[in-house]
Every structure is written in structure tokens, then in C-alpha cells.
């Protein structure tokens, strides 16, 4: 059988091998199959589960805005998470409970194959730098290997809980705008 988002998605609907999974939805990302840039977030939320469409609540729709922002639409990039079910009230994923999720995430990567990921917030950074902290690394870009650059960036969450965060997130999508054109000139 043929790996692709589709089958993955069907794979993953009857995985059991994350404690997540009894109780939750699974949520893969979506998106441009062969999307440049790649959003992951941490989680699903409970708009998120229900609906099983990665950043679909109030998150979401201030990622949409700060897509808008420099251009782009949800169809132009591919949205996915690190943890593909939603933890009990909203609470962080576990480390635990990332590494079961992570060879689905990677599997989306290798499929989408994108020049730039983009993590949103500290646990997606966490997977491909560890030692950076999201305060230090936001809005910058990072060389991950010869042909991916990882561009960290606050998860919108962040500004809805602490509003002095807004700007920051619109200037880091404006940065990532700046070093995308840069790619292409």
C-alpha cells in the first residue's frame, strides 16, 4: 500500500498506541500536500477534537489572521500538530505521550516534504531543538539540515492568554514573510 495523507489518515483513525487515544479524536494535520511551509502546533483543543481539524478554535482563527497577515491562506501551507490527540483538559502533552505521537508527525514531514517548518511554541521547537528556548529563538530562522529551516514562532494560544504577545506574533509572521521572499529571490 501506498504511504500517503490519506492512508495515513486511515492508519491513524484505528491506532491505539497512545493512552490519548481512548477517549479522543484523532486529528491529523491538512492543508497543501505539497506545501513550502509546514505549521505545527502542540496539540488538539477541544474545538480541535470535536471538529478532528487541527487549529479550528480561537487559536486557530488568530493563525488564520496572522496567515492573512503576509498572504497566505490555509490551502497555501500544511497545519499539523505534534500530539495527534487532545489531552485531558488541555493539559500540556507529556513527553511520553509526544515520542508515541512523533513517527506520525514525521511521517506528515516526510510526505509534505516543506523547505520551512514552522513550530508554534515551545514543545513543537522541542522536537528539533532542544536546547533553544521559543523566548530566544522566535521569529528567526534556523538551518535544520541542507534543505529544511526551521523557523520557530509564539503558538497563537500564547497571545490569547497573554495579549502583550499580539505584536510579537505578527512580527515574527512578518520575519518569516521577509525570509521567505529571500529564498525566492
Not at 14 to 33: I, K, M, S, Y
Not at 40 to 63: C, H, N, S, T, W
Not at 135 to 150: F, R
Request: net charge negative; aromatic share 8%; glycine share 8%.
Amino acid at each position: 500500500m501506498e504511504l500517503t495523507l490519506d492512508t495515513l489518515q486511515e492508519t491513524l483513525k484505528a491506532w491505539n498506541g497512545c493512552a490519548l487515544a481512548n477517549g479522543a479524536n484523532p486529528v491529523l494535520g491538512e492543508g497543501n500536500p505539497h506545501a513550502e511551509v509546514m505549521f505545527i502546533g502542540e496539540a488538539p483543543g477541544k474545538r480541535e477534537d470535536e471538529m478532528q481539524r487541527p487549529f479550528v478554535g480561537q487559536a486557530g482563527k488568530l493563525l488564520d489572521e496572522l496567515l492573512a497577515s503576509i498572504g497566505f491562506a490555509r490551502k497555501d501551507v500544511y497545519i499539523s500538530n505534534v500530539v495527534k490527540y487532545r489531552p485531558p483538559e488541555n493539559r500540556d502533552p507529556t513527553d511520553e505521550e509526544k515520542a508515541q505521537c512523533m513517527p506520525w508527525l514525521m511521517l506528515e514531514i516526510a510526505l509534505i516534504k516543506p523547505k520551512v517548518i514552522v513550530p508554534l511554541g515551545r514543545h513543537a521547537l522541542g522536537h528539533f531543538f532542544s536546547k533553544l528556548s521559543i523566548t530566544n529563538a522566535h521569529g528567526t530562522a534556523q538551518k535544520l539540515t541542507d534543505s529544511i529551516t526551521v523557523f520557530p514562532i509564539y503558538h497563537p494560544a500564547a497571545a490569547l492568554h497573554n495579549g502583550g504577545l499580539r505584536g510579537d506574533l505578527f512580527q515574527d509572521f512578518a520575519n518569516l514573510k521577509a525570509f521567505l521572499d529571500s529564498q525566492t529571490a
